[in-house]
């Protein structure tokens, strides 16, 4: 199944990225905290291509490179069972196509100021004293002839700042050191420095620039270039320090894209493409840059305070910094035989080179309170430099006999993680000093050939059925190949965790059968059942040592799933400025665990591991989406809404223990959230614009359910206790950031010339 949207059509809905269309569409579906999911898969199954290649984060499999929406001349979101000529995903493809300039000049400038606003300030702590200029955003492209029907040119920029929707109190500042060592309240020493100044807890703010050159020849050559630069900068929220925002680090994000693309026609019935790409990403998280600052010093000593109460003192000690460069050919040619086969066949390489460092800085009062970077041989420090090369290479056939469309094909898939993995499991930090050959061992490569094959036949001249079977292949994100590189578990009750380079390519396997038709001369429906049967996925094997009680957790591929849906897809194309889709999906998404380390989490907690299938945290049974545009004059309108019954959760017992039992077999209240723009159309100068209105989550849905449910005889025990001298019971339970982001109200003016 596929579905597409136009970067026309996105920049008249009220999107401030594609994501939000992509969420929009049959068979996606948005977990509680925004990630997508395509038919019941896990987030990481998605591969992301941009002008036909893929460009994916190896760390997490997410796009590594953003794509801004005046850049995009098209998204595509491929669902079920795709051609051979994809890869490495095991739910969907979103393949985005971004645009070229052409013999004219034509530009378009978007410029908006904004604010979040709620009706629950009790929740979303004094939102409503938000700046009204708090969320900015401004983007523009511009694109033309250098020489004319020769080279053309493509650029576009954004740069967003935003205050966010979660605020704390500055009430206590990082050197704060309090004493609550007293069993008696009343001796508590609690030290505020802070001015009690309302300080927004989640900002974010980023660039992006792209520029595109395309040169067309005679002889039916077109090369084209393109770079694309990213830096963002984000603070992740975080409640337990709503008194104590400098406790909180920093997040920073950069990348940078390049893409050398030749397309050659060599006659009307063959033409090939061949793509080079190096695209680089870098994430650091910190508080502050050096890890040595004096500012460090004051670690120790500031953890041990009463349950139910916000921090009073401390800093993040956590330095992360996560870089990669990717290198990657693609070659593919296409060749029309006769009227009946169009044949489609390719190769491609990609080379991986991951860099990784984390540690705790310590500063201990033995040590005089100096800030120190642990040593390597340390739990506290991490890091290594891998380089896991990928190959692939397809066939495809797309077969028209008189009224029948058959389309087969066969992909290749070949990985090597160029790594190392324990010899014995159950010392895979080597305690009984062998000699590193024997310990360890070079892990195995990967391959495996995916058929993949797919009907279509009319029924009529506008109805057409259409059936699909398919093999996928997906390696797992690098991040859980590479996790914990020295294998240090010593110590350790299910607090350590190690990586597994040799891990298994995740399987799906996906059955489809579906109805086209065209209703009328303005709608079209696509109705299709779909089945996935998911395998080796990764999850967690639990070990613990022959000697000494030291127990961990290792990265296997011991998950399974499987999914059932039935999925409506409604185009709408009228001559009333009326346009859109409007979809349905009924799905069951069950899995043994949501998360790769689930079992772990329940060794933690003394729970078994669940072996049979339950719900999905981001299983929803129903959902519906649309996304409509309407035109009539001067006005112009974009809708984007979306319902879904609630999500799945976990029942407790009354002393607020998981009912493990039970995992995932109740469910949250149904929800539903409007995004609207709507714009008038002026001219200023003899330029056409537009004054637009973009409300977010319009209808201000708030999901009540999650408020706290607490008794009073805890609310009296925490006041006796002394606790409610820094907060009350409920500010700390009440946590803002399980809610949906609040209502968004942006002004704008957008210039198209």
Known sequence: ASAKVSGDELLKLPAQN?????????????????????????????????DG??????????????VENTAVQEVEVISGT??????????????????????????????????????????????????????QSYEASLSGPVLRDRLTFFTSVKTTSSEGWLKGREVFLPADSSNFSSNDWRNWMIESSGDSSIVPMNTRSGTTLMGKLTWRSTGGVKITYSATSSDAEAKPYGHAFKLLPGYLPTQHSRSFNQLLSLNHAL????????????????????????????????????????ANVFRTGGVNNYHLDRASTTYAFRFDISRQFGNSHLVKSGVEARLNELDFTEFFIQARRTEGFEPRIPPITSRLHNRYTQKPVEFAAFIQDKIEIEDLIVNVGLRFDYFDSRADVPTDLLDPYNTAGRPAGEAYRPADAKWQVSPRVGFAFPISETGVIHASYGQFFQIPEYSRLYENPEFEVQ??????????????????????????????AYVAIDLTAYYRDLRELVGTRLYEARTGGDAWGRYENTDFGRVRGLSLATEIRTDIGLTGSV??????????????????????????????????????QHTVSGALTYAEGRFSAGVLAYFNTGYPFTPEDIQRNDIDLLRNQARYNPEFVVNLRSSLSVEVAGVTGQLFLLGENLLGFYRQDREPKIFA???????????SLINSLVDFRTNPAVQRAPRLLRLGLQFDF
């Open 583 to 620: 979809n349905y999906t009924f799905q069951f998404a069950r899995g043994n665990a949501s998360d790769p380390k689930q079992a772990f989490f329940d060794a933690q907690q003394n729970n078994e591991a669940t072996r049979n299938l339950v719900p999905l945290d981001w299983d929803q």
């Open 491 to 520: 110590s350790s009750t299910f607090t350590q965790f190690i990586g597994n380079a040799g891990l298994e390519p995740q399987r799906s396997t996906t059955y489809e059968i579906g109805l086209q038709q065209q209703i009328g």
């Open 18 to 50: 594609f994501v939000q269309t992509v969420s929009a569409q049959a068979g996606v579906s948005q977990g509680q905290g925004g990630s997508l999911h395509i038919r019941g898969g896990r987030t990481s199954e998605i591969k992301y291509y941009v």
């Open 267 to 306: 006659s009307a019935r063959t033409f090939y493409n061949v793509r080079l790409t190096s695209y680089t990403t870098r994430f650091e998280q910190y508080v502050y840059e050096d890890p040595l600052d004096p500012r460090y010093s004051i670690l120790e000593g500031r953890a041990g305070q009463p």
């Open 53 to 66: 290649i893929a460009v994916s984060n190896p760390f997490s499999n997410a796009l590594a490179v953003p």
């Open 713 to 723: 005889s805890e609310i009296r025990a925490h006041e006796e206790n002394g606790n």
């Open 82 to 135: 795709y051609n051979a000529e994809y890869g490495q995903a095991n739910s969907g493809i979103v393949n985005i196509v971004t645009r070229d300039g052409g013999n004219d000049f034509k530009g378009t400038f978007i410029g908006s100021v904004g604010t979040y606003r709620t009706g629950d300030d009790d929740v979303f702590y004094e939102l409503d004293s938000s700046s009204w200029t708090g969320e």
